[in-house]
Nanobody, 115 residues
């Protein structure tokens, strides 16, 4: 499984960004897709995840502001980030895991929230 994320960039506080993640390869084996993030000096943390059936999970810090969605037909997942805060600044990593528990990581994309 290969993952490619897009959509990062610089945004002002209160603004929005949408991250996309495209999966290729053994896509039939993917169950969960999602995003982790790592801010400077901090541990990597789960941001949001979605199963193939549409069940979602969010970090408490992003609930109500971020929304994860998935297009199974096109093997893509999206993270809509609204009301962004400076503390959302981080490198965001697209992830996928298979039904057997194997995990995959895409290259990170930088999100910077700053005025």
């Amino acid at each position: 499984v290969q993952l490619q994320a897009s959509g990062g960039g610089l945004v002002q506080p209160g603004g929005s960004l949408r991250l996309s993640c495209a999966a290729s390869g053994s896509i039939f084996s993917i169950n969960v897709m999602g995003w982790y993030r790592q801010a400077p000096g901090k541990q990597r943390e789960l941001v949001a995840a979605i199963t193939k059936g549409g069940s979602t999970n969010y970090a408490a810090s992003v609930k109500g502001r971020f929304a994860v969605s998935r297009d199974n037909a096109n093997n893509t997942a999206h993270l809509q980030m609204n009301s962004l805060k400076p503390e959302d600044t981080a490198v965001y990593y697209c992830t996928a895991s298979t039904y057997s528990g194997t995990g995959y990581w895409g290259p990170g994309t930088l999100v910077t929230v700053s005025s």
